[in-house]
């Protein structure tokens, strides 16, 4: 080759590879971890790293591979906020987790007491989460029962959470909407406690909209073997959340073995072609963006499981 063909050719290549680069650049970001589950961030946990708007926020998860959200107060949201997080989530292709259904009024109220008035307000609820949902593009509502009767014996509380249960699916089914009971660990006074008692809540309702909300934080407080329970209720659980023991924060920073759990649900669903969104409902274990840097790694580190 002649030398300043050579040069020609050389100089070719070397401006192929700048507007490969310039390109690339211009294409926009990659997510900067290729997760193999799908987490939920939620408002407020990269609020240093990213601003408080929470339209910035979105994009900060998008970024760092987190691809979908939830959002416990949503249905507090005004209407116009509701539709504008759902518009960039679409344009992120993120996917919406789950909510919790307001049911209003007195805070305390338990649909194991079998009161119409209960009853009624839980029922509201759910009618006003349909059109939420449908405005968020979600699928999944968080549900909890509220606290025991204790004037009243345990199998009779069962018998009024199914029967109100029931009714509450009838009308989310209809919508192809879910609602995810969750077992809690915050008070002892609460009726839902354990996955044992949920599953059975979920087969006596019998609806494809009641399922398990199995959090792993709560659970492992209220029962432990994480794996075997998981394992014995897998048929009813629609979602999983997330949270060390102790102290509700990010992986690595208690005692579970999370690479382990997140291994089991991985190679389970995927046996089963099935897919769960893992709320990350926990907080940081410390402050600032120095926090929010250790939070992404400890996922980077939890998820790095062997397939």
């Given at each position: 080759?002649?030398?300043?063909?050579?040069?020609k050719?050389?100089?070719?290549?070397?401006?192929?590879?700048?507007?490969?680069?310039?390109?690339?650049?211009?294409?926009?970001?990659?997510?900067?971890?290729?997760?193999?589950?799908?987490?939920?961030?939620?408002?407020?946990?990269?609020?240093n790293?990213?601003?408080?708007?929470?339209?910035?926020?979105?994009?900060?998860?998008?970024?760092?591979?987190?691809?979908?959200?939830e959002?416990?107060?949503?249905?507090g949201?005004?209407?116009?906020?509701?539709?504008?997080?759902?518009?960039?989530?679409?344009?992120?292709?993120?996917?919406?987790?789950?909510?919790?259904?307001?049911?209003?009024?007195?805070?305390?109220?338990?649909?194991?007491?079998?009161?119409?008035?209960?009853?009624?307000?839980?029922?509201?609820?759910?009618?006003?989460?349909?059109?939420?949902?449908?405005?968020?593009?979600?699928?999944?509502m968080?549900v909890?029962?509220?606290?025991?009767?204790?004037?009243?014996?345990?199998?009779?509380?069962?018998?009024?959470v199914?029967?109100?249960?029931?009714?509450?699916?009838?009308?989310?089914?209809?919508?192809?909407?879910?609602?995810?009971?969750?077992?809690?660990?915050?008070?002892?006074?609460?009726?839902?406690?354990?996955?044992?008692?949920t599953?059975?809540?979920?087969?006596?309702v019998?609806?494809?909209?009641?399922?398990?909300?199995?959090?792993i934080?709560?659970?492992?407080?209220?029962?432990?073997?994480?794996?075997?329970?998981?394992?014995?209720?897998?048929?009813?659980?629609?979602?999983f959340?997330?949270g060390?023991e102790?102290?509700?924060?990010?992986?690595t920073?208690?005692?579970?073995?999370?690479?382990?759990?997140f291994k089991?649900?991985?190679?389970?669903?995927?046996?089963?072609?099935?897919s769960?969104?893992?709320?990350?409902?926990?907080?940081?274990?410390?402050a600032?963006?120095?926090g929010?840097?250790?939070?992404?790694?400890?996922?980077?580190?939890s998820?790095?499981?062997?397939?």
């Amino acid at each position: 080759m002649l030398r300043r063909n050579f040069v020609k050719s050389t100089l070719g290549i070397a401006g192929a590879v700048a507007a490969g680069e310039t390109f690339a650049r211009q294409a926009g970001p990659v997510a900067k971890n290729q997760f193999k589950l799908k987490y939920a961030s939620h408002f407020g946990m990269f609020q240093n790293s990213a601003g408080k708007d929470v339209i910035d926020q979105l994009k900060f998860m998008a970024d760092n591979g987190f691809m979908a959200l939830e959002d416990n107060g949503m249905m507090g949201r005004p209407v116009e906020e509701q539709e504008k997080i759902a518009k960039e989530m679409a344009r992120l292709k993120m996917e919406m987790g789950v909510f919790v259904v307001d049911k209003g009024g007195n805070g305390a109220n338990t649909l194991a007491a079998g009161k119409k008035e209960y009853i009624d307000i839980f029922l509201n609820g759910c009618k006003k989460a349909v059109e939420v949902a449908k405005r968020v593009n979600a699928k999944w509502m968080t549900v909890v029962p509220g606290d025991f009767e204790r004037n009243l014996p345990l199998g009779v509380q069962t018998g009024n959470v199914i029967d109100a249960l029931r009714r509450g699916a009838e009308i989310l089914e209809p919508h192809g909407l879910v609602m995810v009971l969750e077992p809690l660990s915050d008070s002892p006074n609460l009726f839902l406690r354990t996955s044992e008692q949920t599953y059975e809540i979920c087969r006596g309702v019998n609806s494809k909209s009641c399922k398990i909300l199995y959090d792993i934080y709560h659970m492992q407080k209220n029962e432990g073997r994480l794996i075997y329970n998981i394992d014995k209720t897998w048929s009813e659980i629609d979602y999983f959340q997330i949270g060390d023991e102790p102290g509700r924060k990010e992986p690595t920073t208690g005692e579970i073995n999370f690479k382990n759990v997140f291994k089991y649900i991985y190679d389970r669903s995927k046996k089963e072609n099935k897919s769960f969104i893992m709320g990350m409902e926990h907080g940081n274990s410390q402050a600032g963006k120095e926090g929010e840097e250790a939070l992404i790694k400890a996922y980077q580190e939890s998820d790095a499981f062997k397939i």
